[in-house]
């Protein structure tokens, strides 16, 4: 059985008001790109997705310790939710009832969340599902949104979207949220093959028209994408304005920036340009 509930904490005109905000100090906020649901139905997501398709192998590959999280789950970021779905999947089969928070700027990804949720409790009766989705932006949140889990909660970040943010400001904010022994488990790109990546973003038509699409600009205008490699990011320019990056990350670095903010890994997983790491809050 699913039980469901939506909390709402943020609206559009506030999202284009942070939009006008970010175009005056010419760095946009990687939400920005969410913020229309349609655009990303009908383009980014449409193409290949290698990283999403290896986080479900590697999760399927390594389901028995997937399987040991504890079953309080918080998800940042759902996206069109495969690798969550997958791993909620794993957990449920063990644990038959799961509390999940699911956290996104677009209410669409929620609510298709939610049907996805639905379909997994109708695989087997003896399932059950409590979900929370807060519609919202992870940095405006407080720690006693998820006091609706009780014990020890998995803070889940899949599908580079730790990648989009300066690493101080998104482990700052998972570093706010977790408690002493929560588990922090991320999927993200790792620095292999970096110059493939460059061209595969430059060279596809449907992203550069998504993203002057979800930013509002005309089509005309070039986006111009760059490696800056001191910050190890792909860059997305437009004229002077920053659009976006994608951080790629050297697994072992990304393990000794996680220990400067209180978490210890334990596990990690990594395949192609993928990796999967596990965290305990210490
Ligand atoms: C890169 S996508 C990943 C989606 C999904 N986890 C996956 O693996 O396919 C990032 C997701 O996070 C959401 N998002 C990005 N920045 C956010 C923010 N600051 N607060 C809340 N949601 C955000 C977007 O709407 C989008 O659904």
């Not at 001191?230 to 860059?235: A, H, R, V």
Request: net charge positive.
């Amino acid at each position: 059985m699913l039980n469901k509930k939506i909390i709402r904490k943020i609206d559009a005109s506030r999202l284009s008001e942070k939009l006008k905000e970010n175009i005056k100090t010419k760095y946009i906020e990687s939400e920005q790109w969410y913020a229309q649901s349609n655009l990303n139905y009908t383009c980014i997501f449409s193409s290949y997705i290698s990283h999403t398709l290896t986080e479900i192998t590697l999760l399927n590959k390594h389901a028995v310790s997937i399987a040991k999280l504890p079953p309080n789950l918080i998800f940042y970021g759902l996206g069109f939710g495969y690798s969550e779905i997958e791993l909620l999947k794993l957990l449920i089969k063990k644990n038959k009832k799961i509390d999940v928070i699911g956290i996104d700027i677009q209410e669409d990804f929620i609510t298709g969340f939610i049907q996805s949720l639905n379909n997994i409790c109708y695989e087997d009766k003896k399932y059950n599902i409590d979900f929370v989705g807060i519609k919202g932006l992870f940095q405006e949140l407080q720690k006693t949104d998820f006091d609706i889990l009780k014990g020890r909660k998995a803070h889940i970040i899949f599908g580079n979207t730790i990648g989009n943010f300066k690493y101080e400001k998104i482990f700052g904010i998972l570093n706010k949220y977790t408690n002493k022994t929560d588990i922090l488990l991320m999927g993200f790109q790792t620095d292999n093959f970096f110059e493939k990546k460059v061209r595969q973003y430059q060279d596809n038509a449907m992203l550069n028209s998504f993203i002057k699409k979800a930013i509002n600009t005309s089509k005309d205008k070039t986006l111009i994408w760059k490696v800056n490699e001191k910050e190890s990011q792909i860059e997305v320019w437009m004229d002077d304005i920053l659009i976006g990056y994608s951080k790629k990350t050297n697994p072992v670095e990304m393990i000794k920036t996680a220990e400067k903010y209180g978490f210890k890994n334990i596990e990690m997983f990594n395949e192609n340009s993928t990796a999967i790491q596990i965290y305990e809050k210490i």
